[in-house]
């Protein structure tokens, strides 16, 4: 495999963190974005609304820990092609890991933390991902780390509320109608936003790619 000076650039390029200043209120969202969709564009922008945020970082991971990762394109390709659905000025793509080297949420919450002390983040998860993030390494410091935003998803708001996570948090939960405030709470505060639903997934994009090919 040839290297060349423009794949390196783009690649570095793909690692950097976006410019912030403090005081700013930025969403996180994380995945491998395999691939990126508009589905992820739609609750960015609902995020950037009903929280009140500056930014959207769309933080493009090495893969996910706790999947097969050996199909995954680079990363670079993928925060390239996440950058072409985001089309937003407010929606930043990186694939900056907060110089962790790891997969771990947790890991790159606590780097962000750390990094960025006059920053309010907020993370961002789809309730499918709430209903099982006590798979997560380390899943309870995430909650302690930073205020949480669930956006719903097709079939899984029951669920995300019946969770393991939702209910050792109960008492930290607030209501949507309080959640352009959410940023600037003291963790553990978590809250359920509603939005337009979409059925997009990545995993069904895939599919579709492999069963067209």
Sequence with gaps: MIVTRASESRRAASLRAPFTTPGMRIGLLGGSFNPAHEAHRAISLAALKRLALDQVWWLVTKGNPLKDVSQ????????????????????????FDGGTNS???????????????GVYFVWLMGADNLAMVHHWKNWPEIFQLVPIAVLDRPGYRLRA????????FARAYIDETDAPGLADLEPPAWTIL??????????????NVVESD
């Design 72 to 95: 995954l394109p680079p990363l670079a390709e993928r925060v390239r092609d996440a950058g072409r659905i985001a089309r937003h000025p407010q929606i930043m793509v990186t694939g």
């Design 103 to 117: 997969p771990f949420t947790s890991d790159l919450l606590v780097a962000l933390v750390r990094r960025y002390p």
């Design 161 to 168: 509320r019946a969770s393991k996570a939702a209910h050792r």
């Design 194 to 207: 509603s939005h337009p639903l979409s059925e997009l997934s990545s995993t069904a994009l895939r599919e």
